[in-house]
């Protein structure tokens, strides 16, 4: 973070930068300095919070290399790594091609800013342009195809410094890039899936006597090709394997009933507003937020495509999805499906098998239809019977026009016919690919 008014402060920024890139020195006396750190970094690490992320990922991707070591690396090889073996790691894998430069900023000169990325890492880069002609070598298979089972995964963690009792229960699948306007479709039923199913776990926290303190499910990146599928939740001591039975039960009550028309309104509403809020605020946002997008568009081929373009997408997307869509969903959260287990408490206050056969009986109970869809709260669809409507005099005093409603939906109408073909037409890059902005 450098401020953007002083082009001299953020030329010296650039030079570091290059530095970084091609010119990093892995010397005997560097790399005694870093070993402290970085065996700090790992002591700090096993704590209650570090003993379970282990655990975690043990289990998670139990047969892939991952399950040896987390990317900190082994104290031996952290102790004992020579130099030689860490400049050849930089100079295999550090090369130009492998790059990219995201500089955001409100600058005042961009192109004096391109210039001094070009002057700054391109005689740094033309250091090692051996290296960059050669296609390089192939990044290894970490993951076997061991990562998906249909056999579920389970794990009691006990640790006596862990503060509270909690329930993960994962679902692994290939990782879902966001390249074309089809692909974020899918993301976005996803996500309406997932505000839906929140609500339910949100009221059932709420009722009498509920099943666990607070619930919900997300979605996360377990590694480059991998995303999951996480529902969690915190709940009262030795009362995980009631969590269990609920959430499960409601997973189990979605594939059989579905989510109300209802319930898919308000999650589509919300995220509507949630688009719109995004959009109006578009010029209060941190420089950050779109580093993070570029560096997302580089590393995972995420589309770039801005706020407007994206608030356009979103509306015309939102009408696309059908109840059927999201509640289908769903079906990808069994047992059956790379489904990972996992209890956390301070005790171990039961074993595996008996949470294998609360999966077994939700499972069991959900194949025989004794599972009974879900009771909606009788609410009104409005607080007020009647929308007030701003009168026309008021526009008139003001000094200004009435809205046309009819000019309005037919603008409206306009720019969603738009957004299809914009988003939808074939592009240089491929065909459905969205066009970078």
């Known amino acids: 973070m450098v401020p953007t008014t002083d082009l001299g402060l953020l030329d010296r920024s650039i030079a570091v930068l290059s530095e970084f890139a091609a010119r990093i020195r892995c010397a005997p006396q560097d790399l005694a300095k870093e070993r402290g750190a970085v065996l700090e970094e790992l002591r700090m690490s096993r704590d209650s919070a570090g003993r379970l992320a282990t655990a975690h990922w043990e289990l998670l991707l139990q047969g892939s290399r991952y399950e040896d070591r987390l990317p900190i690396g082994l104290e031996s090889v952290i102790r004992n790594v020579p130099a030689e073996t860490i400049a050849a790691f930089y100079r295999k894998w550090y090369l130009p091609h492998r790059m990219a430069v995201v500089i955001v900023g409100d600058f005042p000169d961009t192109a004096a800013v391109a210039d001094m990325i070009k002057q700054h890492l391109g005689p740094a880069f033309g250091t090692v342009a051996g290296d960059a002609a050669a296609p390089g070598p192939e990044v290894p298979l970490v993951l076997p195809e061991s990562w998906q089972h249909k056999e579920p995964r389970f794990c009691v963690f006990a640790d006596r410094e862990a503060q509270d009792s909690a329930l993960y229960m994962s679902w692994k699948v290939p990782s879902?890039?966001?390249?074309?306007?089809?692909?974020?479709?899918?993301?976005?039923?996803?996500?309406?899936?997932?505000?839906?199913?929140?609500?339910?776990?949100?009221?059932?926290?709420?009722?009498?006597?509920?099943?666990f303190f607070t619930a919900g499910i997300s979605d996360e990146s377990a590694c480059g090709a991998v995303d999951m599928y996480v529902l969690g939740a915190a709940c009262e001591e030795r009362k995980t394997l009631r969590a269990l039975d609920a959430m499960l039960t409601e997973l189990a009550r979605v594939r059989l009933h579905g989510f109300s028309e209802r319930e898919v309104t308000?999650?589509?509403?919300?995220?509507?507003?949630?688009?719109?809020?995004?959009?109006?605020?578009?010029?209060?946002?941190?420089?950050?937020?779109?580093?993070?997008?570029?560096?997302?568009?580089?590393?995972?081929?995420?589309?770039?495509?801005?706020?407007?373009?994206?608030?356009?997408?979103?509306?015309?997307?939102?009408?696309?999805?059908?109840?059927?869509?999201?509640n289908a969903v769903a079906a990808r959260l069994t047992h059956e499906h790379s489904a990972v287990f996992k209890t956390v408490e301070h005790k171990k206050w039961h074993k595996e098998s008996a949470m294998r056969q609360?999966?077994?009986?939700?499972?069991?109970?959900?194949?025989?239809?004794?599972?009974?869809?879900?009771?909606?709260?009788?609410?009104?669809?409005?607080?007020?019977?009647?929308?007030?409507?701003v009168p026309d005099e008021w526009y008139t005093a003001c000094g200004q026009t009435p809205p046309d409603p009819n000019a309005a939906a037919t603008t409206a109408a306009a720019e969603a016919a738009a957004a299809v073909v914009d988003a939808l037409s074939p592009s240089p890059t491929g065909s459905g690919a969205l066009r970078m902005q």
């Not at 688009?275 to 941190?286: F, N, P, V």
């Open 176 to 211: 879902r890039p966001t390249a074309t306007p089809a692909q974020y479709l899918e993301v976005m039923k996803d996500t309406i899936f997932m505000s839906c199913l929140n609500t339910r776990l949100y009221r059932l926290s709420r009722a009498r006597n509920p099943p």
């Open 266 to 326: 308000n999650a589509v509403k919300g995220m509507q507003a949630d688009i719109e809020s995004t959009y109006l605020e578009a010029d209060q946002g941190y420089c950050t937020d779109i580093r993070d997008e570029y560096v997302r568009h580089f590393l995972g081929q995420e589309f770039v495509s801005g706020q407007q373009y994206e608030a356009r997408l979103n509306k015309t997307l939102l009408p696309i999805i059908k109840r059927e869509d999201v």
């Open 358 to 389: 609360t999966v077994l009986r939700v499972a069991a109970a959900e194949a025989a239809g004794q599972i009974g869809p879900w009771q909606e709260p009788d609410m009104p669809e409005s607080l007020m019977k009647q929308v007030p409507q």
